[in-house]
Nanobody, 121 residues
Framework: QVQLVESGGGLVQPGGSLRLSCAAS????????MRWYRQAPGKERESVAI????????YYRDSVKGRFTISRDNAKNTVYLEMNSLKPEDTAVYYC??????????????WGQGTEVTVSS
């Protein structure tokens, strides 16, 4: 069993900052990459940022470049998303995703339960 637990969402004013965390736990053999997605009301889920577990590969969607930073702590199996200069259009449920191999020795994507971010004055 593998669990992803997100935290750090909330209500913030435009221009403010939040830091999301996602901790992976359970029967993990190897993590290949971790990702943040978001889904705004009435819209499709979209990728926000991706980090390889070696840290050598990073991706950000254009609309968050320069404002969001993804990082990871390998020892804690945790990925972070530092979000600065938040805009109302960043309002969404943010989901953590992990590309990993568990003790079943099958490489699989796992998802967290989501954490809500609301940017509003």
């Amino acid at each position: 069993q593998v669990q992803l637990v997100e935290s750090g969402g909330g209500l913030v004013q435009p221009g403010g900052s939040l830091r999301l965390s996602c901790a992976a736990s359970g029967s993990i053999v190897n993590i290949y990459a971790m990702r943040w997605y978001r889904q705004a009301p009435g819209k499709e889920r979209e990728s926000v940022a991706i980090i390889s577990w070696s840290g050598t590969s990073l991706y950000y969607r254009d609309s968050v470049k320069g404002r969001f930073t993804i990082s990871r702590d390998n020892a804690k199996n945790t990925v972070y998303l530092e979000m600065n200069s938040l805009k109302p259009e960043d309002t969404a449920v943010y989901y953590c995703n992990a590309d990993l191999m568990s003790t079943t020795f099958v490489r699989t994507d796992y998802w967290g339960q989501g954490t809500e971010v609301t940017v509003s004055s």
